[in-house]
């Protein structure tokens, strides 16, 4: 993994997160932490998507290292579908950007944008989000 490409370029596997997040890759590390947003998680086997968003001081960053770290980032429906098929099926996700947001954002703001996103894609009919 080379520098960070910019927010809407981000386009990574799982591995790569990994990789970025062990790594502590300091472009990354840099750029995902001084941004709220909303982002992409796209299960490549099923084409189903899960809308998220970040917000706090640790931004996209700090969301991020916890999928990093297990794939699911404590998230009860990616949790559900790692249990289904297994830990080792989270090298199947795709991770990206939607929409950025400024890190002093309200919650609610940034909720308002994950929920656009989520009626946009159908990620709760079709997808792998429940709320």
Same mark, same amino acid.
Not at 34 to 50: N, R
Not at 98 to 104: G, K, V
């Given at each position: 993994?080379?520098?960070?490409?910019?927010?809407?370029?981000? #386009?990574?596997?799982?591995? $790569?997160?990994?990789?970025?997040?062990?790594?502590? +890759?300091?472009?990354?590390?840099?750029? #995902?932490?001084?941004?709220?947003?909303?982002? +992409?998680?796209?299960?490549?086997?099923?084409?189903?998507?899960?809308?998220?968003?970040?917000?706090?001081?640790?931004?996209?960053?700090?969301?991020?290292?916890?999928?990093?770290?297990?794939?699911?980032?404590?998230?009860?429906?990616?949790?559900?579908? +790692?249990?289904?098929?297994?830990?080792?099926?989270? $090298?199947?996700? $795709?991770?990206?950007? #939607?929409?950025?947001?400024? +890190?002093?954002? $309200?919650?609610?703001?940034?909720?308002?944008?994950?929920?656009?996103?989520?009626?946009?894609?159908?990620?709760?009919?079709?997808?792998?989000?429940?709320?």
């Amino acid at each position: 993994m080379g520098e960070f490409p910019g927010y809407s370029s981000v #386009l990574i596997r799982h591995d $790569q997160l990994r990789h970025i997040v062990n790594r502590d +890759l300091v472009t990354w590390r840099a750029a #995902l932490k001084s941004v709220a947003g909303v982002y +992409l998680i796209t299960d490549t086997t099923s084409g189903k998507h899960y809308v998220g968003s970040a917000y706090g001081t640790d931004g996209i960053w700090g969301r991020w290292m916890g999928y990093s770290a297990n794939g699911h980032g404590d998230n009860s429906e990616l949790r559900a579908l +790692l249990t289904e098929r297994g830990a080792g099926h989270a $090298q199947h996700f $795709q991770y990206s950007i #939607l929409e950025i947001c400024d +890190l002093l954002a $309200q919650k609610s703001e940034v909720w308002t944008r994950e929920g656009h996103w989520k009626d946009a894609l159908c990620s709760r009919q079709f997808g792998l989000n429940s709320n």
